[in-house]
């Protein structure tokens, strides 16, 4: 697998929470060929993070929504950016998903937020406090954080009101 060493669409594997979250993050950055070629070789299915070309990982998801074992959307773009056609299709992507955007983003989150949890198949849809656009560089330990009990929570994720990891 090769790793980018430019900005990349998608971070794929374990993500723990930390002091150094940021960092494990960055260090498994690859962009849309890599992803494809992760989910074609076989192995463990992936935890897939998509913080750019949105349309381009989910694709991929759905081409091989088997080798995809979670997949968190970073504050993905309006629907009015994507087609129609694509958009109908992502009901069909069971992946537990998780949607995160930053409660300060440059659009208001809400309304797209609530779009993408209800086109999703199985999502789940969390505002990151005192974050703005890219989020991952805005709050990197809380996306960390989060992402990683996600991913070990999968259906039973849950976010508490007083979590200090989103609300400090």
Known sequence: MTISKTPAPCWVGPVAGGDDA????????????????????????????ASADHARVLDLC????????????LS????????????????SLEVPTLVLF???????????????????????LVYVFDAVDPIEASRPGAVADVTGDFIARRDGFLVRARDDRLNP
Do not use: I
């Open 76 to 91: 993905p773009p309006p629907f009015e950016s994507l087609d129609p056609a694509f958009v109908a299709r992502l009901k």
């Open 62 to 73: 759905l081409e091989a929504p088997a080798r995809v074992a979670t997949l968190t959307l």
């Open 102 to 124: 930053g409660a300060l983003s440059s659009h208001e989150p809400a309304a797209p937020g609530t779009r993408w949890r209800r086109a999703l198949g199985k999502a789940f």
């Open 22 to 49: 940021g960092a494990r993050l960055a260090a498994r950055r690859m962009d849309a060929a890599g992803l494809a070629a992760v989910l074609r070789d076989g192995g463990e299915p992936a935890h897939v993070v």
